[in-house]
């Protein structure tokens, strides 16, 4: 979601003759509810509130369905001493990810079919299995549990368990009962998986969601993957959260046990000339026109699974979100901020921001030791890799620049597995400020 003080967000022609007369035309067009708060980065920009209701006036590209970017619309609301279906003169562009049609039911805010679905096909559990720095790290730590005598006798949880590989692994390591919870299709081939491999007298697959599953017994450990594009995205967390408070024991340990999310500026001198500079010039002819346009399309939301070089990382990195799984509750996933500091260390050119997170497992009650996945650029590469947020255009920056500002993850209020990051930015030259970044990013309404 580009904003056009980051060098350009909305459309152009910043207000489109549209000629629509909010008396007749207008009625006969496309009514939109907001189902989240929109606040401008542009002046062209009409400033949303949760529950607002628009009219589509124009759609920049696609269609009414979605297909826009950015859409030209006009509020609908009912102004204090006119008659009640008097139209207010409020119109701006606003980002169609953030509007639904108002005849649409919202009663799927997870949108579970549509995210289980995935995970009932081989291709996502072949990813997982096949990154061998993730697997191992899970199975070091459980390793550790069964070296210290900590997993003889204990009940594990395994939220999300997909093949099967980490309750395999906690059964392997002395635990006496293993509950799998998975809640896609493919819980009936893991079902077979444990039979094939003789466990099933200690492993029990449970065919739900995590939040509607029934457990025995209180457990002693909760084990599961739910980390995402940075770090929270789909917000699978909240079913560990849900599973701790309602079936972990006393003095129960999660793994992981913590998180970090870490943010710092790159360069991505390639990147950039592959989606936008190079329409600068195509063949000797002069196609700068479609740069604006290029900028949106390629530029607006965070590209995952970046392969981030190391050598590009133009600061030390700061951390914009800590967390601690005993304590974590779902209202701190809501709205997450943080002010940072980069001090930057090589004359160059950055073209946005790097992200990528570590998760921890910690000491076992009475035992030292702990192990720690990296999912960052010095480390072994992970099937998550990095995650990249660009800047409409690259900034020019020496050393000693001082990039100041914040960081917001901010979830959505109507589709909860999604949240918008916003960048706030202000960059000084000792104390003289020589440019500034603001920008939205949709992860992915």
């Not at 009414?64 to 003169?89: C, F, N, P």
């Not at 919870?181 to 099933?200: H, M, P, Q, R």
């Not at 029990?204 to 770090?231: F, Y």
């Amino acid at each position: 979601m580009d904003s056009r003080e980051a060098t350009s967000g909305t459309p152009e022609s910043n207000v489109p003759d549209d000629g629509a007369d909010p008396s007749s035309v207008q009625r006969e067009k496309l009514t939109f509810v907001a189902k989240a708060d929109w606040v401008p980065t542009d002046p062209s920009q009409l400033r949303l509130v949760r529950g607002d209701t628009v009219q589509l006036l124009k759609a920049t590209d696609g269609n009414a369905s979605g297909g826009a970017q950015w859409w030209w619309v006009e509020r609908i609301g009912t102004a204090k001493d006119v008659d009640d279906d008097t139209l207010l003169h409020d119109r701006g562009y606003i980002p169609s990810s953030y509007m639904r049609r108002s005849d649409e039911t919202t009663d799927d805010r997870w949108q579970n079919d549509e995210y289980f679905g995935e995970y009932s096909y081989v291709k996502i559990h072949r990813e997982m299995l096949a990154d061998i720095p993730r697997t191992e790290a899970y199975r070091s730590a459980i390793d550790f549990a069964k070296s210290s005598g900590y997993l003889a006798g204990k009940v594990v949880l395994d939220i999300g368990c997909g093949t099967g590989i980490l309750s395999m692994f906690a059964a392997r390591a002395g635990a006496r009962r293993v509950y799998a919870v998975e809640a896609s299709d493919f819980a009936d081939v893991t079902t077979k998986i444990i039979e094939d491999n003789g466990l099933s007298d200690v492993i029990s697959v449970i065919h739900a969601e995590m939040e509607s599953a029934q457990l025995p017994e209180q457990v002693d450990m909760i084990v599961s993957e739910w980390m995402g594009t940075l770090l929270i995205f789909e917000f699978m967390i909240e079913s560990v959260i849900h599973a701790r408070d309602s079936w972990l024991a006393p003095n129960g340990v999660v793994w992981p046990s913590s998180a970090d999310l870490f943010f710092v500026p790159v360069r991505a001198e390639a990147e950039y000339q592959k989606k936008v500079g190079c329409w600068n010039s195509q063949y000797g002819f002069d196609m700068s026109r479609v740069v604006s346009l290029a900028q949106q399309e390629f530029l607006s939301r965070p590209k995952y699974n970046y392969d981030l070089c190391a050598d590009d990382v133009m600061a030390e990195p700061a951390t914009v979100f800590s967390v601690q799984m005993d304590t974590v509750t779902v209202d701190d996933l809501e709205d997450i901020s943080a002010h940072v500091t980069f001090t930057i260390q090589r004359d160059c050119e950055i073209h946005g921001f790097g992200s990528w997170f570590t998760v921890n497992f910690d000491s076992l009650p009475g035992f030292p030791g702990g192990t720690k996945l990296d999912t960052g650029p010095n480390a072994p590469q992970t099937h998550w890799k990095q995650d990249l947020l660009m800047f409409d255009e690259p900034i020019v920056v020496s050393v000693g620049d001082v990039l100041d500002g914040e960081v917001q993850l901010k979830r959505n209020a109507e589709k909860r597995r999604h949240l918008r990051v916003s960048l706030d930015f202000v960059l000084r030259r000792g104390d003289v400020v020589i440019g500034k970044v603001k920008k939205n990013f949709p992860l992915w309404q």
